[in-house]
Structure formats: structure tokens, C-alpha cells
């Protein structure tokens, strides 16, 4: 049973002002936090966090602005945040989405980059070389594009703090899943390059390595195996699947000051799956 803040209706720290101006509180008020798949899921979780906190989000999906409701999710809890429609595997489509992020809200603070596709489940000899360049190219290369045009902006106020999106599939061997274990490992390791290269520039880079999320992409898998949430959850020691929330907490935390001295770390977040 997931209890506490979990699953809670979102609410930001939005003080009424007189004159009808609302004014920020939050451990993140006053920071921009851009986050990428976040329409769904793992991202739309971390969005409304981050606008729970106070911080003002960019939100970044290949989706249709139509098709996003996160946006006005966090404007009816009395935040801010802007809509880019962003394809995280094209460069200049990135470095737009930072552009306008930067134009929007004056500075980046955040990043959580964690945007990613699953592809096909096929043993190794039979995943194809289509499923192979589409998961590289949007799991692994998305994330490093994004690292790539947030980070000299990060660079220019003086620091900053990334999160992305890895699993426990980038730490231990999942059968079946190639292209998107290769990918997640690929993004744990440009996560720890990053760290080293930036650690005495103010800036912290970390992922997250979830473990099973109730998400789209869990049904997805779940269509495909015909495995149910149980069997799914029995994979790690809590028994369990993961809320997208609990995933988003350990990612805010993780950008949070509170982490002021974590950088270059893959943390799982899975009920002790790895750990087994
Ligand atoms: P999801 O499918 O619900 O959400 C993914 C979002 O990414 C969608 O909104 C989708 O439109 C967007 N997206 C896809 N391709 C994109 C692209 N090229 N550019 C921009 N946006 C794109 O899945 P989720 O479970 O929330 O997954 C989020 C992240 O968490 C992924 O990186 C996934 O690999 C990772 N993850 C998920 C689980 C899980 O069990 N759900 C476990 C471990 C890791």
C-alpha cells in the first residue's frame, strides 16, 4: 500500500498575493526545471514535483501540445510552465527546446532527462537493427543531446543539477531487452562522465535506475509478456511495482540541495531489485 505523499493531488506553493499576483514558496522557488517525456508517466510525475516545489516547469514531449495535460495539470495547482514539442533524438530540436526554455523563464536550473522508449522484446540475435538505432537513438542519444545543450547553459550562471533517466535494466541483465539495456547502461556511464567533468563547475549530474513504474510503458510491457503487476512486482523484494511518484521524489531529491553532495551516482530506485 503506498501511503504518505504518494498518489496525493498535487498542489503547488502558490501564495496569494494581493493584487491577484501569485508568488512562489518551495525549496525551488525561483528555478526553472526542464523535464523531457513528460506528458506520461515517470516525467509527468517529476514535472508536477518540481511544480509542487515551487520552480517553474518546461515541459518537453514528442507528443502534440494538444495531447499534453501536464501543463494545465500544474497551472490549475497555480504554477507555471511551458509546453515544447521536442523529439529528445534530434539536435536541433534540443537546442530549441533550451533556447526556448531560457527565453521563457530567464535561466535552467533543473534538468531531468527522461524521455526514453523500450522497443521490441526479442532475444539478442533476433532484435532487429530498425529497433536497435530507434531505442539507441532516442534512450541513449536523447540524453546525451539534452546534456549536451543544458549543460553550457548550466555553465553560465554558475551550476546547476541533472537527473536522468536510467533503470535497473542499465545495471543488471535483462533478458529479451538489448537495445534498451545497452541504452540504459550507455546512460548511466555518459551520467558519471558528466559528473567527473563538471564536478568543480557547480553542476551534479545523477540518474535515477527505476525498477518496475506503474506507467504507459509498464501496460506496454505487460501487453507484450502477458506477465500481470503481480508477477512484475514479485521481481524485487518489496513485491511490488513502483507509483511514477515515488520515481519523481528520488529525482527532485537528487537536484535538491539536500543532495549538495551527490554526483556521478546511479540510484536505484526499485524495492531492492538490484540489490538482490
Ligand atoms: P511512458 O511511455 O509513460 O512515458 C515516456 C514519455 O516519453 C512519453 O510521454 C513519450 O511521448 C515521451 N517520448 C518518447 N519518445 C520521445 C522522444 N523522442 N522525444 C521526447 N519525448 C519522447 O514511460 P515511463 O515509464 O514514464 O518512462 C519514462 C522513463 O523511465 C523512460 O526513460 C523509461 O525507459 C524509464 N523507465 C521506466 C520504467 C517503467 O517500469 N515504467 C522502468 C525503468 C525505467
Known amino acids: 500500500m503506498i501511503s504518505g505523499r504518494i498518489g496525493k ?11 491577484g499576483r501569485c508568488e512562489m514558496t ?8 526542464l523535464v523531457t517525456g ?11 514535483a518540481f511544480a509542487r516545489e515551487g520552480a517553474k516547469v518546461v515541459v518537453a514531449d514528442i507528443v502534440d501540445e494538444e495531447r ?6 500544474i497551472k490549475a495547482a497555480g504554477g507555471e510552465a511551458i509546453f515544447v514539442q521536442t523529439d529528445v533524438s534530434k539536435a536541433a530540436e534540443v537546442e530549441v527546446l533550451i533556447d526556448k526554455a531560457v527565453q521563457t523563464f530567464g535561466r535552467l536550473d533543473y534538468a531531468h532527462n527522461n524521455a526514453g522508449i523500450e522497443g521490441i522484446i526479442a532475444p539478442t540475435a533476433d532484435c532487429t537493427e530498425e529497433n536497435w538505432d530507434r ?8 540524453v ?17 543539477a541533472i537527473v536522468n533517466t536510467a533503470s535497473v535494466a542499465g545495471l543488471i541483465g535483462f533478458p529479451g531487452l538489448p537495445a534498451y539495456g545497452a541504452a540504459k547502461g550507455g546512460i548511466v556511464q555518459v551520467t558519471r562522465t558528466a559528473a567527473l567533468e563538471y564536478a568543480t563547475a557547480g553542476i551534479r549530474v545523477n540518474a535515477v535506475c527505476p525498477g518496475g513504474v506503474r506507467t ?3 501496460q506496454r510491457f505487460k501487453d507484450l509478456t502477458g506477465q500481470t503487476e503481480e508477477q512484475m512486482g514479485a521481481l524485487d523484494p518489496m513485491q511490488r511495482v513502483a507509483a511514477p511518484e515515488e520515481i519523481a521524489e528520488a529525482a527532485i531529491w537528487l537536484c535538491s540541495d539536500a543532495a549538495s553532495f551527490v554526483t556521478g551516482v ?3 530506485v526499485d524495492g531492492g531489485q538490484v540489490t538482490q
Open 68 to 73: 499534453d495535460e501536464t501543463v494545465s495539470a
Open 9 to 19: 493531488q498535487v498542489s503547488t506553493n502558490c501564495v496569494q498575493k494581493r493584487f
Open 38 to 48: 513528460a506528458s506520461s508517466g515517470i516525467g509527468r510525475a517529476s514535472a508536477l
Open 26 to 33: 518551495g525549496r525551488f522557488a525561483g528555478k526553472v526545471a
Open 144 to 160: 546525451w543531446l539534452c546534456m549536451k545543450y543544458e549543460i553550457p547553459q548550466m555553465l553560465k550562471q554558475g551550476g546547476g
Open 135 to 142: 531505442v539507441i537513438t532516442t534512450t541513449l542519444k536523447g
Open 266 to 268: 546511479p540510484m536505484p
Open 216 to 218: 504507459p510503458m509498464l
